[in-house]
């Protein structure tokens, strides 16, 4: 997608329920070459999002009818548009809930206007990152980064957002040792300590699906000290 964003400018669309702080980051994207939608309404928000994708969310949690992490729930389950998730909640276990869930970054307010443009850049770059193409197949395994789909000897793999680009990130990577510095920067875009325990957890729970455990991999293998390696069985 990100037509726009090859030129500099984006589509931006603000989530907000307070008019002040809502008409002073509109103004101060605009006055930095994007165009700005706004609401100050989950449902509102929701509905206009999906009908008209935007290039990146700016996502705000305190909203009158919804709570921020459940439009950015709902929203996964219908979109990948960038989201920055802007929050008063400074609850590091909660930051990283919001990551998990889906948010492409975070910012706490209060910021300033500088500061959340530069933040939007980083995730345009990030999202505007060649993924590969088509099918990336390793063994039986089979992922389709279009489609967001993938399969493990025939049968489909139930993955959640995060587990699925873990899994394509080592998948288009394969038979390469990944850092998990890489990794969190990658997948998570938190540097190395910032979520590591969340990485671990992930790495666990995609063993578990791929039919394989630390002790007895399959696909997924440990070098310790240095990172993660995907290869296929029997490689």
Request: no cysteine.
């Amino acid at each position: 997608m990100l037509p726009s964003t090859l030129g500099g400018m984006a589509s931006v669309y603000l989530v907000e329920d307070d008019l002040h702080i809502r008409e002073s980051v509109a103004r101060a994207l605009t006055g930095k070459g994007h165009t700005v939608r706004s609401a100050g309404r989950a449902t509102v928000a929701l509905t206009e999002i999906v009908d008209e994708p935007p290039d990146v969310v700016v996502l705000d949690l305190g909203l009158p009818d919804l709570d921020g992490a459940q439009v950015l729930k709902m929203l996964r389950a219908v979109s990948s548009v960038p989201v920055l998730v802007a929050t008063a909640r400074d609850d590091e276990d909660e930051i990283v809930r919001l990551l998990d869930a889906g948010a492409d970054d975070y910012l706490v307010k209060p910021f300033s206007g500088e500061q959340l443009e530069a933040r939007v850049r980083a995730v345009l770059r990030r999202a505007a990152v060649a993924a590969p193409s088509g099918e990336v197949v390793v063994g039986g395994l089979r992922i389709d980064p279009g489609r967001r789909r993938a399969t493990l000897d025939g049968a489909e793999l139930d993955l959640s957002r995060k587990e699925f680009e873990l899994l394509l990130h080592l998948a288009a990577n394969a038979g390469r040792v990944v850092p998990r510095r890489e990794l969190l920067a990658e997948v998570w875009q938190q540097p190395l300590g910032a979520a590591d325990k969340t990485l671990e957890v992930h790495l666990s729970w995609l063993r578990r699906k791929l039919g394989e455990s630390a002790a007895e991999p399959r696909y997924l293998r440990t070098v310790r000290g240095v990172g993660i390696m995907l290869l296929a069985p029997g490689s």
